[in-house]
């Protein structure tokens, strides 16, 4: 079957670093996507990987390891904002996604 | 631009209604998928269009629910007759075919409860 694990909710403090990991398993894989979703809102587009390595946009980075089946997101300089859930998904053969079921991100001053 | 567009951005119904979801997807943009979100299943895929044309239907619960798009700017979800179970979040999303295949823009969701 298809499966995307990562954690249900993380807590850290404003201005410092917090990694998300997320492990997959798809039937085929076309690519890892993160989004990000506040409270009653919709999920947002932040980054994606197709090859191996790490993706840098600003405060947030992504990284892929396809043999391992494995990702992180890295979020620096926390701030109050980036408490939300993060939602992690694989592109799978079909070009589907197959979606985690989210991390509670929770800053605390 | 204007982004995806959803509405009702509230629905409250009674278990037996027919209730009728809203799309317009971002101008230009091939595919038009609808997701359900719940807190105990997450996000699921309903049914997703290409150009119109309906690809994949095997997320869609049951023959209560159904989908058309009878254009490029619209589409509806349709829910006949409705369940408590219905009871989630709807969201309708786009993507452009020159993006990442996994580069979805979301609307603001419908938020259905079913009494």
């Known amino acids: 079957g298809q499966n995307i694990d990562q954690p249900t909710e993380m807590t850290a403090t404003e201005g410092a670093i917090v990694q998300i990991n997320c492990t997959y398993q798809t039937s085929g894989f076309n690519g890892l996507f993160w989004y990000q979703q506040h409270a009653g809102e919709a999920p947002t587009f932040l980054s994606y990987?197709?090859l191996d390595g790490l993706e840098e946009k600003g405060r947030f980075s992504s990284f892929l390891s396809r043999s391992k089946g494995y990702s992180y997101l890295l979020l620096k300089e926390l701030q109050m904002k980036d408490s939300a859930s993060y939602l992690c998904?694989?592109?799978?053969?079909?070009?589907?996604?197959?979606w985690g079921a989210g991390t509670k991100l929770i800053i605390k001053p | 631009d204007a982004g995806v567009i959803q509405s009702p951005r509230h629905e409250v119904t009674e278990m037996g209604q027919e209730v009728t979801l809203r799309c317009k997807p971002i101008?230009?943009?091939?595919?038009l998928f609808w997701y359900r979100q719940t807190m105990m299943r997450g996000l699921e895929l309903l049914i997703y269009?290409?150009?119109?044309?309906?690809?994949?239907d095997s997320g869609m619960p049951e023959d209560r629910f159904s989908a058309k798009m009878p254009n490029a700017s619209f589409s509806t979800l349709k829910i006949q007759p409705s369940e408590p179970r219905d009871s989630a979040v709807y969201f309708c999303?786009?993507?452009?075919?020159?993006?990442?295949?996994?580069?979805?823009?979301f609307g603001e969701g419908s938020r259905l409860t079913v009494l």
């Open positions: 998904a694989a592109l799978d053969s079909n070009y589907q996604l197959i």
């Open positions: 999303a786009s993507r452009s075919d020159r993006a990442a295949p996994g580069e979805l823009f």
């Open positions: 101008s230009g943009h091939d595919y």
């Open positions: 990987n197709v």
């Open positions: 269009f290409n150009n119109n044309v309906p690809i994949d």
